[in-house]
C-alpha cells in the first residue's frame, strides 16, 4: 500500500485542484510493483532467493543478471553524502561490487548516484521498516538539484525487504564473504517473437524535467522504434493520461479552461495558472490530435510516422515559442503527408456532450487489470503488459524492448546498436528540398531522419529545415541565386542577391520589392525623374531616360537641358580653338624633327662605339672588360652587348 500512496501522490501533485484521474477504485490504486529476483550465491547456509523492487531511475539489466560480492560500508551506512577516498567500491576481484545501503534520510537516487560514484555496479536499498516492497523512485522537479544526478545514473538498483536486509548485514558482520544475485531475466514477460509496448506521454512541453526526459527519449528513441517497427517486431501505441472533471464543478471557469467534451476530458494547465499562457483543453486537444495520428497512420500501416511527427511538433511547436497551436499542428502533418481531413473526422467534435471514442478508450485503459498496474506516473512505458522501470532513455529502453523476445527471436538491432533509417528516400523525410540545386535538409542518422539546414560546397544553409531553408554568407549567390530574385531581359541581367550583403535579398535600384520578387520602379511615375523644365520621362526596364525639347541636349549630372545650337560666341571659341591645335601642331613638328636629328646623332655614336670594341675584342683578351660585361648583362639586357 506504501507503494500506491507515495506514487500516486508523487503525481497527483502536478495535477489541478479539481481533475480527477479514473482508476482502479477511487481510494486505493492498483500500483504495480515491478520486480527482480534476488539470489544469496554463498554464504551456503543463506542460500535463498527474494524479490526486489527495481527502482524507477537508473538501468536495469533487462533479460539479464549480475553477480557480485556484497559490501556494506561501515559508516555513512545511508549512503546520503559521498564516500571517502577514490571510488573505495569498486571491485576488488574480478567481481563486482554490490552496494548495500539502509533507506531513509534522503533521496533513494541521491544513494545509487553516490553508491556509482565511488565504484559500485549496483545497489541494494535495504528498507527499515516492514512492509511490503514498493518502488524507488526517482525526485520530482521540487529538488531541482536532484535533475543534475538522476539522468547521471547508470547502475541498476533495487529495493529490499527488512528482513532480507537483516540478514545480509548480520552475515557481513561476521566477516563473511556475501555473494549475490540479481537477476531481471523475468521482470520482463517475453512470450513471443513480437513484443508489444506502449508509451504513457503527454503533449504538454512545459512542465520541467519530467516534461524534457519525455522529449528527449522521443526524440532519442524514435530510429530505434521505426526500425522495429517497420520490420514487424514490435507493436507500439501511444497513450495519454486523461483526468475527468467531477459532475459538480463541470460548469465551473475551471473545468470549461482544463476539459473538452463537457468535463470529460481534461489535462492539467499547464503553467496551473488559468489566466494566461496555454489552458488544459489546449493539451487534451493535442494530444486527442497525437493519437489520431497514430490511428490513422496505423489504417495505413505507418503506425511509425507517429514518431517522427511528435518529435517534430516539439521541434516546431512548442509552447516555449509560442507556437503550440492547431495551425502548427497542420503545417507538421501536411510535411509529413498526413491527411489533415482525416485527422480532424478522428477528433471529433471537441464541444459535444458526448463521449469521445478515441479518448474513453484511453481513460479505460489508464486502469489497471490483471498484471498490469494503474499508470500514475508520468512518463510510463509498458511492455508486454509489465510496467517498465528505469530511466527513459533510448539504450536502456531498447534492452528492456530486446528481452521481451522469445530468446534467439531478438531482431537484429538487439545485437548492433547503429544503423541507418533510410527515411530520406521517401518523400524527403517530410524536410525541406530545393529541387532546382538538389539540395536538401533531409538527415539519415542512427537516431531516425532530422531536418536540418546542410552545409553545401562551403555555403551554409539556415531555416526550420521544414519550410524553408537559405543560403547565408560568402557564396551563397551561386546557388539558386541566394534564393533571391533575379531576371534576364534584352541582354540585360539583375540580381537581388550580393554575395557580400549577407543581410538577405535586396532589389537591385530601380527595382522594388522584398528581394524574393522585384518589380521595376516607374521612376516617371513617381516623379522622381526628369525634374528638368519641360523635359520628358520615359521609364525603361530597371532605369529610366530623359529627354529634352527641342534640339536641347539632357546632362544626366545635373538633370538638365542645355542648347545644342552654336552661337556668336561658341562660333569665336572654336576659332580659338583651331588657331590653338594649327600652332600645337606647328610647334610638334618643329620638335619632332630636331629631335629626330639628336636621336639619330646619340644612335651613331653608341652604334659605333660597340663595332670598335667588338673588333678590339677579337684581337685582346679584354679579361676583366667581359666579367664585366657578364655582370652588365644580368641586370640590363641588351645594354651593350649586341653581337653585331
Ligand atoms: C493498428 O493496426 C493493427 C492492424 O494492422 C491493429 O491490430 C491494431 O490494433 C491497430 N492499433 C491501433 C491502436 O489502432
Ligand atoms: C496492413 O497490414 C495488415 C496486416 O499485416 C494487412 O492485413 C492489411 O491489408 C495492411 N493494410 C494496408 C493498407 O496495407
Ligand atoms: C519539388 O518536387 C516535388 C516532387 O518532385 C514537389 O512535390 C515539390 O512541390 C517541389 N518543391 C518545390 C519547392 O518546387
Ligand atoms: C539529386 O541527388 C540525388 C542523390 O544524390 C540523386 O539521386 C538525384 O538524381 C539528384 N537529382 C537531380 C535532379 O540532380
Request: charged content about 25%.
Amino acid at each position: 500500500m506504501a507503494a500506491a500512496t507515495e506514487t500516486a501522490t508523487a503525481a497527483s501533485c502536478v495535477f489541478a485542484v479539481t481533475l480527477v484521474l479514473l482508476l482502479s477504485t477511487a481510494v486505493e490504486s492498483r500500483f504495480v510493483v515491478e520486480k527482480s529476483s534476488i539470489s544469496v550465491v554463498s554464504p551456503f547456509d543463506k542460500r535463498s532467493k527474494h524479490d526486489a523492487a527495481i527502482a524507477n531511475f537508473g538501468v536495469p539489466d533487462y533479460g539479464g543478471s549480475l553477480t557480485g560480492t556484497l559490501v556494506y560500508p561501515d559508516k555513512g551506512q545511508v549512503g546520503c553524502s559521498a564516500f571517502d577516498g577514490d571510488r573505495p567500491f569498486k571491485p576488488k576481484s574480478s567481481r563486482p561490487t554490490i552496494l548495500l545501503l539502509d533507506r531513509g534520510e534522503c533521496f533513494f537516487a541521491l544513494k545509487v548516484w553516490n553508491g556509482q560514484q565511488a565504484g559500485a555496479s549496483a545497489v541494494l536499498v535495504a528498507d527499515i521498516i516492514d512492509e511490503p516492497l514498493i518502488t524507488m523512485d526517482s525526485p520530482q522537479d521540487s529538488s531541482p538539484e536532484a535533475a543534475g544526478y538522476v539522468e547521471k545514473i547508470g547502475i541498476p538498483s533495487a529495493l529490499i525487504g527488512r528482513p532480507l536486509g537483516d540478514t545480509l548485514k548480520e552475515a557481513l558482520k561476521k566477516g563473511e564473504d556475501v555473494v549475490v544475485k540479481i537477476d531481471w531475466s523475468e521482470s520482463m514477460p517475453h512470450p513471443d517473437e513480437r513484443v508489444e509496448y506502449e508509451l504513457w506521454t503527454n503533449s504538454n512541453d512545459e512542465c520541467g524535467s519530467r516534461c524534457d526526459e519525455q522529449m528527449n527519449f522521443i526524440k532519442n528513441f524514435k530510429g530505434h522504434a521505426q526500425i522495429l517497427e517497420k520490420g514487424g517486431y514490435t507493436q507500439f501505441t501511444p497513450h495519454y493520461i486523461t483526468w475527468y472533471c467531477p459532475r459538480d464543478f463541470v460548469q465551473t471557469e475551471q473545468c470549461k479552461s482544463q476539459c473538452i467534451n463537457r468535463g470529460r476530458y481534461c489535462a492539467p494547465d499547464p503553467e496551473l495558472d488559468f489566466s494566461s499562457g496555454y489552458s488544459g483543453k489546449d493539451v487534451v486537444l493535442e494530444n486527442l490530435r497525437q493519437l489520431c495520428v497514430h490511428r490513422v497512420a496505423n489504417q495505413t500501416n505507418r503506425s511509425w510516422i507517429w514518431w517522427d511527427y511528435v518529435s517534430d511538433f516539439h521541434i516546431r511547436c512548442s509552447m516555449k515559442h509560442n507556437r503550440y497551436s492547431k495551425d502548427c499542428a497542420e503545417e507538421v502533418m501536411k510535411s509529413l503527408g498526413i491527411s489533415v481531413e482525416k485527422i480532424n473526422k478522428c477528433m471529433g467534435d471537441p464541444e459535444a456532450d458526448t463521449e469521445n471514442e478515441v479518448l474513453k478508450i484511453e481513460q479505460e485503459l489508464q486502469v489497471g487489470h490483471g498484471s498490469r498496474g494503474d499508470v500514475t506516473i508520468l512518463p510510463t512505458m509498458v511492455m508486454n503488459n509489465v510496467q517498465y522501470r528505469g530511466k527513459l532513455e533510448r539504450n536502456a529502453v531498447l534492452k528492456a524492448v530486446c528481452a521481451g523476445f522469445k530468446e534467439t527471436t531478438e531482431p537484429p538491432i538487439c545485437l548492433s546498436g547503429d544503423v541507418e533509417t533510410n527515411q530520406c528516400l521517401e518523400n524527403n523525410g517530410g524536410c525541406w528540398r530545393d529541387n532546382e540545386s538538389n539540395v536538401t535538409a533531409c538527415k539519415d542518422t542512427f537516431r531516425g531522419r532530422v531536418c536540418e539546414c546542410p552545409l553545401v560546397n562551403g555555403i551554409q544553409f539556415q531555416g526550420d529545415g521544414y519550410e524553408a531553408c537559405h543560403a547565408v554568407g560568402p557564396g551563397r549567390c551561386s546557388v539558386n541565386n541566394g534564393g533571391c530574385w533575379s531576371e534576364h531581359k534584352n541582354g540585360v541581367k539583375f540580381s537581388a542577391c550580393k554575395d557580400n550583403d549577407l543581410s538577405g535579398c535586396h532589389c537591385p535600384a530601380g527595382f522594388s520589392g522584398d528581394g524574393k520578387t522585384c518589380q521595376d520602379v516607374d521612376e516617371c511615375k513617381l516623379g522622381t525623374a526628369c525634374q528638368c523644365d519641360g523635359c520628358s520621362c520615359k521609364n525603361t526596364w530597371g532605369g529610366f531616360e530623359c529627354s529634352c525639347r527641342g534640339d536641347q541636349i539632357y546632362i544626366n549630372e545635373h538633370d538638365t537641358c542645355i542648347e545644342r545650337k552654336s552661337s556668336k560666341l561658341s562660333g569665336i571659341l572654336t576659332v580659338v580653338v583651331l588657331a590653338v591645335v594649327m600652332s600645337v601642331g606647328i610647334a610638334g613638328y618643329i620638335f619632332y624633327k630636331y629631335r629626330l636629328r639628336i636621336v639619330t646623332w646619340f644612335f651613331m655614336q653608341s652604334y659605333m662605339d660597340s663595332e670598335i670594341m667588338a673588333i678590339m675584342s677579337q684581337y685582346m683578351p679584354l679579361d676583366s672588360q667581359q666579367n664585366q660585361q657578364v655582370v652588365h648583362h644580368d641586370n640590363e639586357p641588351l645594354a651593350h652587348s649586341s653581337s653585331v
